[in-house]
């Protein structure tokens, strides 16, 4: 069955990095797209950032272009997220998603941003 | 960008009750490329349907999608116990591919 596992997550201090990462299963990833979409605590979905199958397009969301790097290993079935920069509203659950439309999720990684 | 409303904010129904639940795009959404997800607390999201009207592998019968252009709908038949989350939209004809901020089915 398709499993989607991210991993990275944890407490960073503001203007600090972190990489996610999301190990895919169950599927031929290098036929997708794949996604990273976020959540605020206690807010809605935020959708942050896409990767075509290849890796040769990507696109972001504009409250993280510039700072979040989106790429992949198809060779390693693996997603990453480079958060470079990172700021007290970047705090949130960071979902790995399959697809432009996020047919499978993972179940999320938190990433904490405070001094 | 595409913004997307919906509405209303917060639902209350009681179990067997039909839900209708409306996301209103601010432009055209190309080849009806709306999704729905619901996400019940401390769950990830789940894909109920997508093309704005074919329901994802597992889905009950109960969950459709209707509507094209700017405006669409998801209908809940008979709602049972377990369908009361919430519900977001999202489009994905153009980056961003952006969801609406959601709406909240609770129990009456």
């Known amino acids: 069955q398709v499993q989607l596992v991210e991993s990275g997550g944890g407490l960073v201090k503001p203007g600090g990095s972190l990489r996610l990462s999301c190990a895919a299963s169950?599927?031929?990833?290098?036929?997708?797209?794949m996604s990273w979409i976020r959540q605020a605590p206690g807010k809605g979905l935020e959708w942050v950032s896409y990767?075509?199958?290849?890796?040769?397009?990507?696109d972001y969301a504009d409250s993280v272009k510039g700072r979040f790097t989106i790429s992949r290993d198809n060779a390693k079935n693996s997603l990453f997220l480079q958060l470079n920069s990172l700021r007290a509203e970047d705090t949130a659950v960071y979902y790995c998603?399959?697809?432009?439309?996020?047919?499978?999720w993972g179940q999320g990684t938190l990433v904490t941003v405070s001094s | 960008e595409i913004v997307l409303t919906q509405s209303p904010g917060t639902l209350s129904l009681s179990p067997g009750e039909r839900a209708t639940l409306s996301c209103r795009a601010s432009?055209?959404?190309?080849?009806?490329?709306l999704a729905w997800c619901q996400q019940k607390p401390g769950q990830a999201p789940r894909l109920l349907i997508y093309?704005?009207?074919t329901r994802a592998t597992g889905i009950p019968d109960r969950f459709s999608g209707s509507g094209s252009g700017t405006d669409f709908t998801l209908t809940i038949s008979r709602l049972e116990p377990e369908d009361f989350a919430v519900y977001y939209c999202q489009q994905y004809a153009g980056s961003p591919f952006t969801f609406g901020q959601g709406t909240r089915l609770e129990i009456k």
């Open positions: 998603a399959r697809g432009r439309y996020s047919y499978y």
């Open positions: 169950g599927f031929t990833f290098s036929d997708y797209y």
């Open positions: 990767i075509s199958s290849t890796g040769s397009t990507t």
């Open positions: 432009q055209s959404v190309s080849s009806g490329y």
């Open positions: 093309g704005a009207s």
